[in-house]
């Protein structure tokens, strides 16, 4: 099995020739079990504050900064949706916003609801998860170009640590070859029409997926891995929250 090679976004088309091809689907709709166990308050992960705004906020900003979205679709827990319609309308921060619709019981009928609120015309639609509050815009840019050329396109990056396989989760069963293994990222990106189907196929099948592109996989084949930042990691407990407060710092303050 050949290690996959990551897409360089110098290959890809220009952005500025393929301005505004995406829609971005931000998904905040879950129940941040994991953070609220920590004993991180009552407000769902999307709304935590990093700095002076929330990891929702931080998300939209990024995303609307990159060149190739041009509409960017939250997704809300059903309890929060006038939440985030106030937010929408008095944060500089979700200007790129441009509906708020609340989501489904699982993930994947989330997503479905966000891609419906996509304008029709749009030629990729991208998937980001609101915990992933650092993305880069030239990185969405790079996914959104690689979904454009292949079909499909996933942000990852090449595993660090050695990684072990277990069926118990107490003894290791085999140790997994590091150079084959990457850790998937969010924005994944597809050509709008064909992730209708897929979305669609899932549903009626009653299939699940953690992320996207697993399901790209099992309807259209394998998607194309674009090399992310290890900045644009997922905020799912308290240290994560702290170590986005320090990269923030290091930054000024800018995401």
């Known amino acids: 099995m050949p290690s996959p090679a990551p897409s360089d976004s110098k290959s890809q088309p220009s952005a500025d020739r393929t301005t505004a091809v995406a829609a971005v689907v931000v998904v905040a709709a879950g129940s941040s079990q994991r953070m609220v166990a920590a004993g991180e308050g009552g407000a769902r992960k999307p709304l935590l504050l990093l700095d002076d705004r929330t990891l929702l906020e931080h998300a939209c900003a990024n995303l609307a900064a990159a060149r190739t979205v041009g509409h960017v679709i939250v997704v809300g827990h059903p309890d929060d949706v006038g939440l985030l319609e106030e937010l929408r309308t008095t944060?500089?921060?979700?200007?790129?916003?441009?509906?708020i619709v609340p989501g489904g019981a699982e993930r994947t009928d989330s997503v479905r609801a966000g891609v419906a609120?996509?304008?029709?015309?749009?030629?990729?639609?991208?998937?980001?998860?609101?915990?992933?509050?650092?993305?880069?815009?030239?990185?969405?840019?790079?996914?959104?170009?690689?979904?454009?050329?292949?079909?499909?396109?996933?942000?990852?990056?090449?595993?660090?640590?050695?990684?072990?396989?277990?069926?118990?989760?107490?003894?290791?069963?085999?140790?997994?070859?590091?150079?084959?293994?990457?850790?998937?990222?969010?924005?994944?990106?597809?050509?709008?029409?064909?992730?209708?189907?897929?979305?669609?196929?899932?549903?009626?099948?009653?299939?699940?997926?953690?992320?996207?592109?697993?399901?790209?996989?099992?309807?259209?084949?394998?998607?194309?891995?674009?090399?992310?930042?290890?900045?644009?990691f997922k905020v799912t407990t308290p240290p994560d929250l702290e170590l986005a407060r320090a990269l923030l710092a290091s930054r000024g303050g800018r995401a």
């Open 117 to 232: 609120a996509c304008p029709t015309d749009v030629q990729v639609i991208a998937v980001h998860d609101a915990a992933r509050p650092l993305v880069d815009p030239d990185r969405v840019d790079a996914v959104v170009l690689a979904a454009l050329e292949h079909g499909g396109a996933l942000l990852g990056i090449p595993a660090r640590d050695t990684l072990k396989w277990t069926e118990d989760g107490h003894r290791v069963a085999r140790t997994l070859e590091r150079r084959y293994v990457w850790a998937a990222h969010t924005p994944q990106a597809f050509r709008a029409d064909a992730f209708r189907r897929v979305l669609e196929a899932a549903i009626g099948e009653g299939a699940r997926a953690t992320d996207d592109a697993a399901l790209w996989e099992r309807y259209e084949g394998p998607p194309e891995l674009v090399e992310d930042l290890p900045t644009n």
């Open 91 to 99: 944060s500089p921060s979700m200007a790129g916003v441009v509906a």
